[in-house]
């Protein structure tokens, strides 16, 4: 089944301990994203990855970091999480090239709560 | 920059049709999608614009007309399941190819 896998669904972290968010797809996509949903302001852009190596900033990058070393695996790092960082996160991929089609699939989301 | 707009909330009952209204400004305009999103879940696709006019697909229908910068998703005999959040999201060519952003959603309630 074609899907992109977050881990983990649910943390309860507490404040300057790193953690990782692992996001996963088996589509061959070569973008990949990640976004936090917080009430009243939507989905934003945390950082995206156009391919493997290629990664660059969103639109709210401050805090955390990501790497992509194959093309499969877009994880997604917090140093040293801060309280305003708990949200509901997602991974998303989608193929590259055809312009404006480029249907997201979105993982299943990780909600970070820190304390 | 960009901006979208769309209404907060809305509620509509059983077996009605609701129209949900979507205003963008952006630069690089290359189409427009929605998204419907469950509490709790992710979104999942719903429908993409890039000519003006109106796609039609079951229940749902999407309208776009670029010169307005204005898009409307129209859901016709609604039912309970419809119950959700509605992502309009504005598909931008950057240089490095499409970035997607995102309103801030409208939370639709279907009452019986």
């Known amino acids: 089944e074609a899907q992109v896998t977050q881990n983990p669904r649910y943390l309860i972290t507490v404040t300057g301990k790193k953690l990782t968010v692992t996001c996963s797809q088996n589509?061959?996509?070569?973008?990949m994203s990640w976004y936090r949903q917080d009430p009243g302001l939507g989905l934003r852009q945390i950082y995206y990855s156009m391919n493997v190596e290629v990664t660059d900033k969103g639109d709210v990058p401050e805090g955390y970091k990501v790497s992509r070393k194959e093309k499969r695996n877009f994880p997604l790092i917090l140093e040293s999480p801060s309280p305003n960082q708990t949200s509901l996160y997602f991974c998303?991929?989608?193929?590259?090239?055809?312009?404006?089609?480029?249907?997201?699939?979105f993982g299943a989301g990780s909600r970070l709560t820190v304390l | 920059g960009q901006n979208i707009d769309q209404p907060t909330e809305m509620t509509a009952t059983e077996g009605a049709i609701v129209q949900i209204n979507c205003t963008y400004q952006t630069s690089g305009f290359n189409g427009l999608f929605w998204y419907q999103q469950h509490a709790g879940e992710a979104p999942t696709f719903l429908s993409y614009?890039?000519?003006?006019g109106l796609e039609e697909k079951g229940r749902f229908s999407s309208f776009l007309s670029r010169s307005k910068g204005y898009s409307y998703l129209l859901l016709k005999e609604l039912q309970m399941k419809d119950s959700a959040s509605y992502l309009c999201a504005v598909c931008r060519l950057m240089e490095y190819g499409n970035k997607l952003v995102f309103g801030a959603g409208t939370i639709l309630r279907v009452k019986s």
């Open positions: 614009n890039v000519l003006d």
């Open positions: 998303a991929s989608t193929r590259q090239g055809e312009a404006g089609a480029n249907v997201l699939t």
């Open positions: 589509m061959n996509h070569e973008y």
